[in-house]
């Protein structure tokens, strides 16, 4: 079993849905949570990131974590046909320069 | 800021052929990282190199892969021999390693790699 479980999809939503991803872990030194996106034939880029607990807001994004559930979401309001790409979870130790990373939810946003 | 730079950006071989992919990092970057991203296994991380130097090869599938980096600025990844099941999208990133555990990522656009 991976340390990082995350559902790979796709999800397929209207424009202007409010969008749900998620990710649950098993490795309890996780402090550092990240999301990053992919867009088709590209590198994966920073979206977000949060330290512990908690909620993280950035615009339209929102990324919380429950260390208690061991379970992190990222939250799309409004989302729009350029949000469509994959969405990757991430997670580090403290001391941890590697990062343990979800196999990606693919999202489309249709007009 | 040009980013991170891979090449090539697609190569196609046989079975049997030496694979040589290339990175070259953001500048005053001082980690660096190999990744091959495949549908089954997500993205996994292969080797990480600290001021040149590798820190971490755990990742490394077998013997028929190695990597360099014999400066700052570069980095390859060789396969040799290739084989079908290496078909793979591989990607470098480079990041500030500050030892937080939380220093961003950057990541190139990555080589599709095909082996016949």
């Known amino acids: 079993q991976k340390e990082v479980e995350q559902d790979p999809g796709p999800l397929s939503v209207p424009e202007g849905a409010i969008v749900s991803l998620n990710c649950t872990y098993s490795n309890s030194a996780f402090q550092y949570f990240m999301w990053y996106r992919q867009y088709s034939r590209k590198g994966p880029e920073l979206l977000m990131y949060t330290y512990s607990s908690g909620n993280k807001e950035d615009g339209r994004f929102t990324a919380q974590v429950d260390k208690s559930s061991k379970y992190i979401s990222l939250f799309i309001r409004d989302s729009q046909p350029s949000d469509s790409a994959t969405y990757l979870c991430a997670m580090s130790t403290n001391s941890g320069y590697a990062l343990n990373f979800g196999k990606g939810t693919s999202l489309l946003v249709t007009p | 800021d040009a980013g991170v730079i891979q090449s090539p950006r697609h190569e196609v071989t046989e079975m049997g052929q030496e694979v040589t992919l290339r990175c070259k990092p953001i500048s005053g970057h001082n980690s660096l990282f190999w990744y091959r991203q495949t549908m089954m296994r997500g993205l996994e991380l292969l080797i990480y190199?600290?001021?040149?130097?590798?820190?971490?090869d755990s990742g490394m599938p077998e013997d028929r892969f190695s990597a360099k980096m014999p400066n700052a600025s570069f980095s390859t990844l060789k396969i040799q021999p290739s084989e079908p099941r290496d078909s793979a999208v591989y990607f470098c990133?480079?990041?500030?390693?500050?030892?937080?555990?939380?220093?961003?990522?950057?990541f190139g656009p990555g080589t599709r790699l095909l082996v016949l």
């Open positions: 990133a480079s990041s500030l390693a500050l030892g937080r555990g939380r220093e961003t990522q950057y």
């Open positions: 190199f600290n001021n040149n130097v590798p820190i971490d």
